[in-house]
């Protein structure tokens, strides 16, 4: 039977809920491996008394992690060092971060929700190659999604509502948001800092306390049709050149 701590080096079907743990939840040991946990749920001690991750793993490839209910975690999902790996329809919550990647390629996050995590919702630093579409990040402490040294990331049609920052892109190029919303975020719906050579369309950012989109340090993007509705700033743009700005909304209410 499945236990806190264990490797999974092939695939691993929970049939009943797994915890609290004290440190790690499940631990993926091989490439290849398949977790579906079936939504059962993995559960730790609370960030107080854990210092592990609810599901992690480092230096694979091609790997799959689905079904998945984690909380109580410092991260709920934490991936290092890994290409192929895809995360679809888990639920990261109550933690400090929900789904953490680091230096990773060829990844897809669809149908996932972040919630109630005191950092960051989905986090990814130093990725290559991400597909990020159709989840939802609600009330996360810090933002919803992190994007920074990032290169070729899609995000199309996720939420974040109710974070610190919707959607927070840093130093990265050559990325992609599409059809994506922000709502109810306490600073700003997006913001932009080191963004270049990216493409930003129909995004929509509604009832942001500070602003809709905020570009720093951005260069030569592509920025059309998008729609800021009730922030106090729709579109700011600070230290920021050769941008092509059309067919943009901003509606004050």
């Known amino acids: 039977a499945p ?39 993995i559960t730790g001690t609370g960030t107080d008394n854990n210092t592990g ?12 992690i689905s079904n998945c209910k984690v909380d109580g975690f410092v991260d709920a999902f934490f991936v290092r060092n890994a290409t192929g790996v895809r995360l679809d329809q888990n639920v990261a919550m109550e933690g400090n971060v929900g789904i953490a ?30 597909a990020i579409d159709n989840n939802t990040s609600i009330g996360n402490g810090e933002t919803g999604y992190f994007v920074g040294g990032s290169t070729n990331a899609s995000l199309t049609k ?23 919303n922000a709502t109810n975020n306490f600073n700003e719906g997006f913001h932009f800092f080191g963004f270049t050579s990216s493409t930003l369309e129909q995004n929509t950012a509604k009832d942001n306390a500070i602003g809709g989109f905020y570009f720093s340090f951005a260069y030569n993007n592509t920025v059309s049709n998008n729609t800021s509705v009730g922030s106090k700033n729709g579109f700011y743009l600070d230290n920021s ?3 092509d700005m059309k067919g943009n909304k901003a509606i004050c209410l």
């Open 53 to 64: 991750q609810g599901v992690t793993m480092d230096s694979h490839s091609n790997i799959t």
């Open 241 to 243: 050149s050769g941008n």
């Open 3 to 41: 236990y806190c701590g264990m490797t999974v080096t092939k695939s691993l079907n929970l049939t009943t809920d797994l915890g609290p743990c004290s440190d790690n939840g499940l631990e993926v040991g091989a490439s290849g491996a398949y977790v579906n946990c079936n939504g059962h749920t």
């Open 101 to 130: 990647l680091k230096d990773v390629a060829n990844v897809i996050l669809t149908r996932n929700m972040a919630t109630n995590n005191s950092a960051d919702g989905i986090f990814l630093e130093n990725t290559t190659n991400t």
């Open 158 to 180: 996720d939420t974040a509502a109710g974070n610190s920052y919707g959607y927070f892109i840093s130093n990265s190029t050559d990325n992609r948001l599409y059809v994506n």
